[in-house]
């Protein structure tokens, strides 16, 4: 049986740097791409408008777990960027659909490539234990069920 930790661990402080750390790599090689503008919410919205197509500004709130404004703001940064387009649904005006563009497409790609190219470093530095570990470890820190739902679908090592 595993015996539990009573130190006080600064978990949350080595994973704020480790995103940190993970968020300035992605900037870096992006930038070696030719995007040198990355922002931190383009990796999921953009794998997001990737694999599904044209999505309402709604439910790509639902999928970051943020408010239909905070998508829109999301959205609009795409936009002035070139890579997404905005239009109002045919059949509920209400509702303005985001899709990428064609640079929008191949920034995507760049982005899942960047994606790939640091989860194959990481799985280099740590053996495969070390890796469950760690995934079963950053579940653990997953606390709202929302964010518990969308790892769900995340493959574990």
Same mark, same amino acid.
């Given at each position: 049986? @595993?015996?539990?930790?009573?130190?006080?661990?600064?978990?949350?402080?080595?994973?704020?740097?480790?995103?940190?750390?993970?968020? =300035?790599?992605?900037?870096?090689?992006?930038?070696?791409? =030719?995007?040198?503008?990355?922002?931190? @919410?383009?990796?999921?919205? @953009?794998?997001?408008?990737?694999?599904?197509?044209?999505?309402?500004?709604?439910?790509? =709130?639902?999928?970051? =777990?943020?408010?239909?404004?905070?998508?829109?703001?999301?959205?609009?940064?795409?936009?002035?960027?070139?890579?997404?387009?905005?239009?109002?649904?045919?059949?509920?005006?209400?509702?303005?659909?985001?899709?990428? @563009?064609?640079?929008?497409?191949?920034?995507?790609?760049?982005?899942?490539?960047?994606?790939?190219?640091?989860?194959?470093?990481?799985?280099?530095?740590?053996?495969?234990?070390?890796?469950?570990?760690?995934?079963?470890?950053?579940?653990?820190?997953?606390?709202?069920?929302?964010?518990?739902?969308?790892?769900?679908?995340?493959?574990?090592?």
């Amino acid at each position: 049986m @595993t015996e539990m930790s009573t130190s006080a661990y600064p978990f949350g402080d080595l994973l704020a740097l480790a995103r940190q750390s993970w968020l =300035g790599q992605m900037a870096e090689r992006l930038a070696q791409r =030719g995007y040198d503008d990355y922002r931190r @919410t383009d990796a999921a919205v @953009t794998r997001l408008l990737r694999r599904r197509g044209q999505v309402p500004v709604g439910q790509l =709130g639902a999928a970051l =777990g943020v408010t239909r404004q905070a998508a829109r703001k999301v959205a609009d940064g795409l936009v002035q960027r070139g890579f997404a387009t905005t239009s109002r649904d045919p059949d509920d005006t209400r509702q303005l659909n985001v899709a990428l @563009t064609a640079a929008g497409q191949d920034y995507a790609r760049a982005v899942t490539a960047v994606i790939g190219e640091l989860n194959r470093e990481v799985a280099r530095r740590a053996d495969p234990a070390q890796l469950a570990a760690a995934d079963a470890v950053l579940r653990a820190a997953l606390f709202d069920q929302s964010t518990q739902r969308r790892a769900a679908y995340l493959p574990r090592p």
